[in-house]
């Protein structure tokens, strides 16, 4: 888990770092809460991990079925010197197993191979710590590997039971896990344990005569009681909440997924108010099929998923329905901070931006830059809708702000190029211009967009440069050209 990510690392190191990776600092960092989950999350987190799984699956029931890293420990305990061993001084009075919490049978896997052999051992010393006769001890010496364990458990699940129970964990875990963009991995596995052990003891309260949970009796002799009534209606809430997550769940990921099947870069999306000639039949459906399936998850939706909220917003756009984007992005915004706010909003301003709506970008994309102040693309928009209304001089200012934050702009140097040669500085103007096309990338869609962005700021004979140049590679722009 650890280990693979610096093998990869290390056999295709990323271009331009030698194999042995430069050393970078990262002992101290300025943003130490951003690693942190919010407190909407933390409070959950820590209620249903710390407390509810402990309830319902025991003091280890956490580690025991929900914490993934016990798979590759099960596996490392196998060669582990260090385990529980006994010496002879055992009496099997059974204490140790009756301590140990990780179902481990200790007596008897210490009486037939002088050691706890069980993976699920977590060496937590319970049983050191009860034995009466000072038996036990942590010691070094063979491990487990090849011992096969003599001792067999019994268990409260029927092999069906167990299976269903798999299916019905990974089920639920599913339904859950990054629903909303809220529910982490961690907090998913223990939710889904728990739903798990709710749904059996539901189904135990249908097919049994006689079921407890704890201290509290759900069924005697074949008659349900009152315990057991107030246990049917909360599990059927319960799992009826998860039913509903995986629903939302659903809908997400195909929405995502009819997102991601559109191949249309955003720039040149955002080169127009309304995209759709670059469309394919394929992406018209997707982007109908993902209108549906995220509008269905917030419409639905107990809370906001504010990621998929903004894809929404990009397929509205696409769909060609402008104002419903943005008042979609106005919403993302509402919910979001940082670095995801910054996009909402600066998507927002450039839609705002195609669609005439000058003034409301440049508030839309003044937000954007007071969360990200280094975002050039809102720069660059920023510097396009000053333009477009006659604030020649600030837009002027603002391409040069984006060109000082990052000097391989091909855009912003081209309205530079544009607004120098509108001034009359035409030594300026070709000065820039040559930068500009030093930076601009040998591509007919590239240079097409910046025709397009140039035209829309009135600054015809540069945009017709390009659209010569995109044509030139690709003729097939000569009827894009004309749409
Ligand atoms: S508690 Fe000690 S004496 Fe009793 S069975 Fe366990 S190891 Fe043996
Ligand atoms: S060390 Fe802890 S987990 Fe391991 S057998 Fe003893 S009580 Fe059980």
């Not at 964990?169 to 339904?175: E, G, P, Q, R, V």
């Not at 639905?300 to 917003?313: D, I, M, R």
């Not at 040069?400 to 190029?417: D, G, K």
Request: hydrophobic content about 45%; glycine content about 8%.
């Amino acid at each position: 888990m650890f280990g693979l990510p610096v093998l990869n690392r290390i056999l295709a190191p990323p271009p331009g770092e030698g194999v042995i990776p430069q050393f970078t600092n990262h002992i101290v960092t300025q943003d130490f809460w951003s690693t942190f989950p919010t407190l909407a999350v933390a409070i959950p987190f820590l209620f249903i991990c710390g407390f509810v799984t402990v309830y319902f699956l025991g003091s280890k029931g956490f580690c025991t079925y929900a914490c993934p890293y016990g798979g590759f420990f099960a596996v490392a305990d196998k060669v582990a010197v260090g385990r529980i061993r006994v010496t002879d001084a055992c009496d099997q009075c059974g204490f140790c197993t009756a301590t140990c919490t990780s179902n481990v049978i200790v007596h008897a896997e210490v009486r037939e191979h002088g050691m706890v052999v069980d993976p699920g051992c977590m060496k937590c010393m319970d049983c050191v710590s009860v034995c009466p006769t000072n038996a036990l001890y942590y010691g070094f010496g063979k491990p487990s590997l090849g011992t096969a364990n003599k001792v067999k458990k019994t268990f409260s699940l029927t092999w069906p039971e167990e299976i269903g129970a798999a299916v019905f964990f990974l089920l639920s875990l599913y339904a859950v896990w990054d629903t909303y963009q809220l529910i982490p991995m961690l907090l998913a596995l223990a939710l889904a344990g728990i739903t798990t052990f709710v749904a059996w003891r539901t189904y135990r309260l249908f097919v049994s005569n006689d079921l407890s949970l704890y201290q509290f009796n759900l069924k005697n002799g074949g008659k349900v009681t009152r315990a057991g009534s107030i246990f049917l209606v909360l599990s059927l809430v319960w799992l009826g909440l998860t039913a509903h997550s995986g629903w939302i769940r659903y809908h997400e990921w195909q929405g995502a997924n009819a997102f991601e099947a559109i191949d249309l870069p955003d720039e040149v999306a955002l080169a127009q108010a309304n995209p759709v000639q670059w469309l394919s039949p394929a992406d018209k459906q997707n982007i109908a099929a993902g209108r549906t399936h995220f509008s269905t998850a917030r419409n639905n939706g107990l809370f906001t998923n504010v990621q998929a909220l903004s894809k929404l917003a990009w397929l509205e756009y696409l769909g060609g329905d402008a104002g419903k984007a943005t008042d979609t992005l106005a919403d993302a915004s509402a919910h979001e901070h940082g670095a995801a706010k910054a996009l909402a909003d600066y998507y927002r301003g450039a839609i705002l931006n195609r669609t005439g709506k000058h003034a409301e970008a440049i508030t839309s994309l003044d937000a954007a830059l007071k969360e990200r102040p280094d975002l050039t693309l809102a720069l660059e928009q920023k510097g396009e809708a000053l333009w477009s209304l006659g604030r020649q001089k600030d837009a002027f200012d603002t391409w040069s702000q984006a060109v000082r934050e990052n000097p391989n702009l091909p855009l912003a140097t081209s309205f530079l190029a544009g607004a120098a040669k509108a001034a009359g500085d035409d030594a300026l103007a070709s000065n820039f211009q040559a930068r500009a096309n030093q930076l601009t990338p040998n591509d007919p869609l590239f240079h097409f967009m910046l025709g397009m962005r140039l035209k829309a700021a009135g600054m015809d004979d540069l945009a017709d440069q390009h659209f010569a140049r995109a044509i030139e590679m690709n003729p097939r722009f000569k009827a894009a050209k004309r749409s």
